[in-house]
């Protein structure tokens, strides 16, 4: 049967003018040699002032340190497209690694990537911990709150740390919150000659001398009452520092559900209170962003000391009062408008400034807030929810039902 050849019909694939490199601890004596060739051939050669060292007896382009600050480094390698041009990396450079910061700039068909391991396969190997139940997290340059949302109970963590200083840092953390029995292993080094692995319980740390190259394994255990963040939304409002003005608990998890948090969305949490709607809006998966809203000078300062002690500090808090504080932030997937944020044109701009397929939740509690809700379901229709909940409390020598404060919500999809 004759008809086109489907290989020949292929478009020649373009050049890969930009390579990416993994070194590990050995340097060149643990490349093969396409990651040799790759080093040697090229005009020129990015990486941190170690990785450079590394690879020296490869290098016969120009070195190019990375600048200071980073964030122009992505330009100054673009800049150079149609060149040989090698950049450097730890381990795996599409794991917490530069690779993934160049993917925004240079397409992967003009890319070749050759990887080492990375830090934490090595860890995992040294450990015979499996990486596919093993949490696996970077505090290298970013805050070590970030690892509160994974301190469970006979959870495993590998964590990269920024310096020789992390690992402390870190067993200080467990232990003011609740987690000082947990076992830490310092890995520094790895793949090395330097390489030295250490054991420490994280209550009364007292290793020294730790090398700025480490990773540090965790296996959490927890003394009661530890700081332990569920995954389920609707956590405990005695965890929140408030002064009242929160979503509680239940509703706080019914206004979850309706917002429905998908991959990479942006959150406005309007009227943001302890900003504890934007918290588990984060805490919901690692791509989300939000930004909370608060007009009062103290409520907004409570709101960002809540982010970090949930493990989201960069919920973006923003102290101003909406509508007008809400001019110029970036177009949001989802709004929550809570009690305290629905003012004068407060809908009115955020109705418009929604996606479409975008989701708008917005709750009440008294009259007054309720009738607008109801005019607005009667106009862009949505859903609207009455929801009561009673707790049960002492009531002389017995117990009774105690209910809260009706809320009712109203939830919208823009089309």
């Not at 927890?222 to 509703?251: M, S, V, W």
Request: glycine fraction near 12%; include cysteine.
């Amino acid at each position: 049967m004759n008809g086109p050849n489907p290989i020949a019909a292929e478009p020649a694939p373009l050049q890969r003018w930009l390579s990416i490199v993994g070194l590990g601890e050995d340097g060149v004596e643990g490349l093969g040699r396409e990651a040799r060739d790759l080093i040697e051939n090229a005009e020129f050669v990015f990486g941190g002032v170690r990785h450079l060292a590394l690879a020296a007896p490869l290098i016969r382009g120009e070195a190019k340190p990375w600048p200071s600050p980073f964030s122009s480094a992505p330009g100054e390698v673009a800049a150079l497209r149609g060149r040989r041009v090698c950049v450097l990396a730890s381990g795996d450079p599409y794991f917490y690694g530069v690779g993934a910061t160049l993917a925004g700039h240079v397409p992967a068909e003009e890319t070749r990537v050759v990887p080492a391991p990375s830090a934490f396969s090595l860890a995992a190997a040294r450990l015979g911990w499996p990486l596919a139940e093993t949490v696996c997290v970077s505090l290298h340059g970013r805050a070590l709150d970030r690892i509160r949302p994974h301190l469970h109970p006979g959870a495993r963590i590998l964590a990269l740390t920024s310096d020789a200083e992390g690992p402390r840092a870190l067993a200080a953390l467990l232990s003011e919150t609740g987690f000082g029995p947990s076992q830490m292993t310092v890995l520094e080094a790895l793949g090395g000659a330097r390489e030295r692995i250490r054991m420490a319980e994280a209550r009364g740390f007292g290793l020294t001398d730790i090398a700025p190259l480490n990773t540090v394994a965790i296996e959490v255990a927890a003394e009661p009452g530890a700081r332990i963040l569920a995954y389920a939304p609707g956590l405990d409002d005695d965890l929140f520092d408030h002064d009242g003005q929160i979503t509680k608990r239940e509703i706080r998890a019914l206004t979850l559900s309706a917002l429905r948090p998908r991959q990479g969305e942006l959150l406005w949490d309007v009227g943001a209170g302890s900003g504890s709607v934007g918290i588990e809006w984060l805490l919901a998966h690692a791509s989300l962003r939000a930004i909370a809203v608060e007009a009062d000078t103290d409520r907004a300062a409570r709101a960002a000391r809540n982010a970090t002690a949930f493990g989201v500090p960069h919920l973006d808090v923003i102290q101003g009062r909406a509508p007008e504080a809400l001019a110029g932030l970036p177009q949001p997937d989802a709004i929550f408008v809570g009690g305290g944020g629905s003012g004068d044109g407060v809908f009115e701009t955020c109705l418009g400034r929604l996606k479409p397929g975008g989701r708008l939740v917005a709750n009440a509690v008294t009259l007054e807030t309720e009738s607008e809700l109801i005019k607005r379901h009667a106009a862009h229709g949505g859903t609207l929810v009455r929801i009561e909940v009673s707790r049960a409390n002492a009531v002389g020598g017995k117990t009774g039902w105690r209910p809260a404060m009706p809320v009712t919500q109203w939830s919208w999809e823009k089309t």
